[in-house]
């Protein structure tokens, strides 16, 4: 006898309530029963359009990253989400046709798919350049011009940067920058690791109570547990105001590395004008020449840390920029606190950066990088047996 998917009770084979659903009749004992069916399924459907209407995500998306590495729940979310998906042998099983509208995947619980889960919790996000004539920087130059209206409006003491050696060219070295041309010699972005908490201290047992820190993930990480847990440094910490600016990040290289790197191309270091790396490509600048590299060739150079990061766009901070989905020679900024929104805002209305909402196809751009460094984790949280 038929059971009544809304009230579970049984009803007659002949009821005159029934629906077909997905090439299946469904019956039931009253036609509030199926009324609530039937919204329910519609309101299914039009959460199956909505998906698809983002990104066409199938069966075998959820089977590649969640099912073959054991990281299935059994919850039956997909399952319960989908007629085409079954319970087998103790693991999901497609049983029928995959449209790929992504239900199945944006159900389960361990995927990673919201906005909030991928690049952290934003107020608002911006497309935006440098305003300041003839300054020249990473992608859109705003870190640059912030730090270089917090200083000239003595909104902060100085700024935590870091800066290229003058004895070994490119290699990183973290400084106090109090003026502007301080900051202006640290524009471009360094791809190995800068220690920059070192200086962040320093700075603070100098007296400055109005700090910027600029750094990538791990670095805004390092702050923003010693702001949450000093354990010994409480006493520097609660003297001192910091801002902090978080830089895009998919990977970092040692320093040796990309020397070694870049003298396998028969090129030098001091040559080099500027490094940039875009779409999966590495670009090298020197003099009238550029090179391009696919940055598989330095996979054996990368920092071992980063095979276990999954933050790209420095979720912890004030403010985070990257050259992601925006045009050539803009920035994408995220907005996250309140004090980095008013202060980002605040260059904006005095005309140091110009600046635009960031468009939903530039965010998408963002989303999916975010994504693919996200989901690392799926591979290598694992607990072993003892």
Avoid at 28 to 33: A, D, G, K, L, Y
Avoid at 328 to 338: F, I, P, Q, Y
Avoid at 355 to 379: P, T
Wanted: charged share 25%; hydrophobic share 35%; with cysteine.
């Amino acid at each position: 006898m038929p059971i009544d998917p809304i009230c579970k009770n049984k009803v007659q084979e002949d009821t005159p309530y029934f629906t077909e659903y997905g090439g299946k009749r469904y019956r039931f004992c009253s036609p509030e029963c199926k009324t609530k069916f039937d919204h329910l399924e519609k309101s299914v459907i039009r959460l199956k359009r909505s998906i698809a209407e983002q990104e066409r995500i199938s069966f075998g998306n959820l089977r590649r990253d969640i099912i073959k590495p054991g990281i299935c729940t059994l919850c039956g979310a997909c399952a319960a989400s989908c007629e085409s998906i079954a319970i087998e042998h103790e693991q999901p099983k497609l049983v029928g046709r995959c449209t790929a509208c992504g239900v199945c995947y944006n159900q389960c619980p361990r995927t990673i798919t919201t906005e909030e889960g991928l690049i952290g919790k934003i107020r608002h996000a911006y497309c935006a350049k440098t305003a300041i004539p003839d300054l020249k920087g990473q992608d859109g130059a705003v870190v640059t011009s912030m730090l270089a209206y917090a200083l000239e409006e003595g909104l902060i003491d100085c700024a935590i940067v870091t800066v290229k050696s003058e004895e070994e060219p490119w290699k990183p070295v973290p400084v106090i920058a109090k003026t502007y041309d301080e900051v202006v010699e640290a524009a471009g972005s360094i791809y190995s690791h800068s220690m920059t908490i070192e200086s962040l201290m320093s700075a603070v047992k100098q007296g400055m109570r109005s700090i910027a820190f600029v750094g990538t993930s791990c670095n805004i990480d390092a702050v923003y547990k010693m702001q949450k847990s000093p354990y010994g440094f409480l006493h520097l910490f609660m003297r001192a105001n910091i801002l902090k600016m978080g830089l895009f990040c998919m990977d970092t290289f040692s320093y040796e590395g990309i020397k070694e790197f870049i003298q396998s191309k028969d090129m030098r270091l001091e040559d080099i004008e500027s490094m940039k790396i875009r779409k999966g490509k590495l670009e090298l600048q020197a003099s009238e020449e550029l090179k391009v590299f696919g940055l598989e060739e330095l996979d054996r150079y990368r920092s071992s840390s980063c095979k276990y990061c999954t933050d790209l766009t420095a979720e912890s901070s004030d403010l985070s920029f990257g050259g992601v989905g925006t045009p050539k020679n803009w920035t994408t900024v995220l907005a996250r606190s309140g004090l980095g929104y008013e202060i980002y805002n605040e260059a904006v209305d005095n005309g140091y950066i110009e600046s635009r909402l960031l468009k939903e196809k530039e965010m998408n751009s963002v989303l999916n990088l975010a994504k693919m460094k996200k989901i690392q984790m799926y591979s290598l949280h694992r607990r072993e047996n003892p």
